[in-house]
Every structure is written in structure tokens, then in C-alpha cells.
């Protein structure tokens, strides 16, 4: 008898679609406040309704989440994902556990692969339990066979096989560029990626919908700064995004100690192979750069590094401040581990001088406003779909506390970190 109660229990929060979060502080993200103390109702998937702790009786139905002294905030958005290949220190399925048990419920690839649409639609259809996934399809970088013709035929090839958007790597002359943005237009497809010509504003006034990492933000501050203002007002005009991925430029410019390393968040959930194949790795390229600049490692390396942050962080927390839309992703790449690394990333921000509201931002609602589905999700509101992050302590008192993770809810559906990081799964 005991044992079926138990089992009966184990399959209703295992598959129940409707849930009570009872007594949970909200930190919703459309704006800027914490609302103490609520009962947050999910059915089929979807935020029902907000009421305060206590105030409605809950049917029969609903399994009831004790989340006293919790917060709920909307799932985090990576960005500036990379799946990874076969050479990866963890695989796919370990990096989508990683993801979801770190609160990430949507994931832009920035490498798309053809598998990765299946995947997409089978855990759309929730066949499969892993973060949303938007795919790119990721355009050649040599003009050697671009034509008209074959550029619109590899637009049409995304749109029909319904990749999300088109992929600026990097190359390609100006004519090919062109054909390239008139036929996105054309087809209804967005492009995003890295900027043309190593040039923010040209990106800009191709029709990049987001452009990413640091590097063309700062080089179109250090090469005319007096038109900041204008520039900013273009990329507000234009809804242009920016994700400028620091975490991977932290570790790659030696920003770090091997003990800050190895202590990056998420490194004790990660295989000990992994960690020292990263170790073995980041040893070897540090050798190399030494070695190659001898003397000049600290002083043409580092500190040109160091310098590069200091002043991207100023025009970084200005663009911030003036409203240009910011995203947030650390990238891949060593010790940043899947998910985990979104809040090394954070960290990063608040060291630019970003408020921790803003920083929440850009790692949930900025993204589904460039998504353009803000209205389905991003925030914690009535209506909105029930991806959903708990945290043991208010992430807007110290950004920090994104790694405190009680449990991931996706697609109206809980599931505690400790389940989805035991050895069962
Ligand atoms: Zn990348």
C-alpha cells in the first residue's frame, strides 16, 4: 500500500502538467522588482495564473512545490551556443543535461547542423526533455562558388528546410554580401553572426539582426568614438542585438589563475576526464603563446587583453545604459561548462558596471524580444510559457546566485537539479 502511494507519487510529478508553486518569491523581469510571497500555477505548459501565497485553493490535480524562500525567474537563453562535434570533451546528450539542470531553456546554435532540426522538433513536440533550440544555417565564407542565383538557392534551402536564421561567418565580397541580405529580406529569414569586415556598423546597416562577440563593438568605439550617440541611436533604430561572449576571450587571454579555472562554475559537475583534457589543452595553448612571444608574453598579450576589456567594459556599460539590446552568451570552449558558464558570463557584465537587472535581462527576455516571441515567453506573467528557474537565493541582490539552482521548469514541467544530474539520467 505504502509502496504504490509512493510510486503514485513519483509518476504525478514526473508527468502531471499542472503544478503549484506555493509561496515563491517572483523575480518577473518585465520589470524590475521582487514580488514576495506568491502561488505560481502552471496548466499544460503555461503560466495560469499569479495569486498571492495562500489566497486560492488548489484543485485536487495540481501537484504543490514548496518554494518558501525561493525565487522563480524566467529560464536563461544561451545565445551563442555551440553544439558539440566529435572531438568535444562532452558529448550531446551530457551538454543538453548540463544546460537544462544549470536553468538554461533555450538555446541558440550558432554551428547549425541538419541533425539539430530533427532534435529541435522532436523536443518542440517535448519527445525529448532538453532546452528549445533555434538552429542556424551556417553560409559559406568563399566567394568562389556564390552567385545570385546559387545565394538565393541556399536561402531558399533554409527558409524550406525551416532553419531559424542564416549564419554570417565571415568572407565574402560586397557584391555576394548584397545578393546575400536582399534575398534574406526576400525570404523572410534573418541573418546574424560575426561582422562584416570586422565592421559593427556596416553589419548594422546590412541587416545583421545580431552581431556577435566584443571585438567590432570596441573597434567601432576606438575608431569613432565621437559618433557613440549616433551610432547607438542606429543600432536602437535598427533592434540590432550584441552578445558579446567574454567568458571565451577571458580564458583564451589568460585572464584567469588555473585555480579560478578549475573553480568555474559547473566544474564539479563535469567529468574528471573533461576537466583535464581542458587543463591539458589550456596548458598547451598558453605554452605556445609564451613561447612564440618570449619576453613580450605579459606585455603584447596579456595586458593588450587586459586593456581590450577595460575599454570595451566602458562603451559596453554606456550601449547598455542607452538601451541597445544586449545578449548573453560565455560561448564555447574550455572550462566553460555547458549552462554553468552563463553565470561566469554574468560575472563578467557586473565587472563592466551592468546593474543585475540588466544582466537578467539580456539572459532572458532581451533574447525572446529578438526571438520577436516576447509574448509567449522571457518573463514570469500569467500567460507566458512555464520556463521557469528556482534559485535558493534572489539573484537580484547578488548575480551569483544564478548558480544557487534548486530546479529547471520546461514546459510547465519540474524537474530538480539533483534528478537531472543523478547518475540516471
Ligand atoms: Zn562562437
Redesign the pocket.
Known amino acids: 500500500m505504502r509502496l504504490s502511494l509512493l510510486f503514485l507519487l513519483i509518476v504525478q510529478i514526473g508527468f502531471s502538467q499542472h503544478l503549484v508553486l506555493q509561496g515563491v518569491n517572483i523575480v518577473p523581469i518585465h520589470s524590475n522588482t521582487v514580488l514576495a510571497g506568491y502561488d505560481v500555477f502552471i496548466k499544460g505548459g503555461v503560466i495560469e495564473k499569479i495569486k498571492p501565497a495562500g489566497s486560492q485553493p488548489y484543485a485536487k490535480n495540481y501537484t504543490v512545490i514548496d518554494c518558501k524562500g525561493k525565487y522563480i525567474m524566467p529560464g536563461l537563453a544561451d545565445m ?1 551556443a ?1 553544439f558539440p562535434d566529435e572531438k568535444s570533451s562532452i558529448q550531446l546528450q551530457e551538454y543538453l543535461k548540463l544546460n537544462l539542470a544549470a536553468g538554461v531553456t533555450s538555446i541558440r546554435s ?2 547549425g547542423e541538419a541533425y539539430q532540426l530533427a532534435l529541435r522538433d522532436s523536443i518542440l513536440s517535448q519527445k525529448k526533455i532538453a532546452p528549445n533550440i533555434y538552429v542556424s544555417c551556417v553560409f559559406p565564407t568563399s566567394d568562389s562558388l556564390l552567385t545570385k542565383d546559387s545565394i538565393e538557392k541556399m536561402v531558399m534551402h533554409a527558409k524550406n528546410k525551416k532553419y531559424n536564421f542564416i549564419k554570417y561567418l565571415g568572407g565574402i565580397n560586397e557584391t555576394n554580401l548584397n545578393y546575400l541580405t536582399e534575398s534574406c529580406k526576400k525570404n523572410n529569414i534573418s541573418i546574424a553572426g560575426h561582422a562584416y569586415n570586422r565592421s559593427l556598423m556596416r553589419s548594422v546597416e546590412a541587416g545583421f539582426t545580431s552581431i ?2 566584443y571585438q567590432p563593438i570596441l573597434g567601432m568605439y576606438m575608431k569613432d568614438s565621437v559618433n557613440l550617440k549616433k551610432n547607438i541611436e542606429i543600432l536602437k533604430q535598427k533592434n540590432t542585438a550584441l552578445c558579446p ?1 567574454l567568458s ?1 576571450y577571458y580564458v583564451y587571454g589568460f585572464g584567469f589563475s588555473t585555480d579560478q579555472l578549475v573553480a568555474r562554475c559547473g566544474m564539479n559537475f563535469v567529468s574528471k576526464k573533461a576537466g583535464d583534457e581542458w587543463m591539458k589543452d589550456y596548458e598547451e595553448v598558453l605554452l605556445k603563446t609564451k613561447e612564440q612571444l618570449k619576453g613580450d608574453f605579459d606585455s603584447k598579450y596579456v595586458q593588450v587583453y587586459k586593456k581590450q576589456f577595460s575599454d570595451f567594459n566602458r562603451v559596453f556599460k554606456k550601449m547598455t545604459d542607452e538601451g541597445v539590446l544586449m545578449l548573453l552568451s560565455p ?2 570552449g574550455m572550462f566553460n561548462v555547458p549552462g554553468f558558464a552563463m553565470v561566469e558570463e554574468m560575472k563578467l557584465y557586473k565587472l563592466a558596471g551592468l546593474s543585475n537587472y540588466q544582466i537578467l535581462k539580456a539572459s532572458t527576455l532581451n533574447a525572446a524580444i529578438y526571438l520577436k516571441e516576447d509574448n509567449v515567453w522571457g518573463s514570469v506573467e500569467a500567460g507566458k510559457k512555464a520556463n521557469l528557474l528556482l534559485l535558493n537565493a534572489n539573484p537580484l541582490e547578488n548575480i551569483e546566485n544564478v548558480s544557487k539552482v534548486e530546479g529547471t521548469v520546461l514546459n510547465g514541467k519540474y524537474y530538480s537539479q539533483k534528478s537531472l544530474l543523478s547518475k540516471a539520467n
Open positions: 551563442h555551440h550558432m554551428r556577435e562577440h561572449t571565451f560561448d564555447d
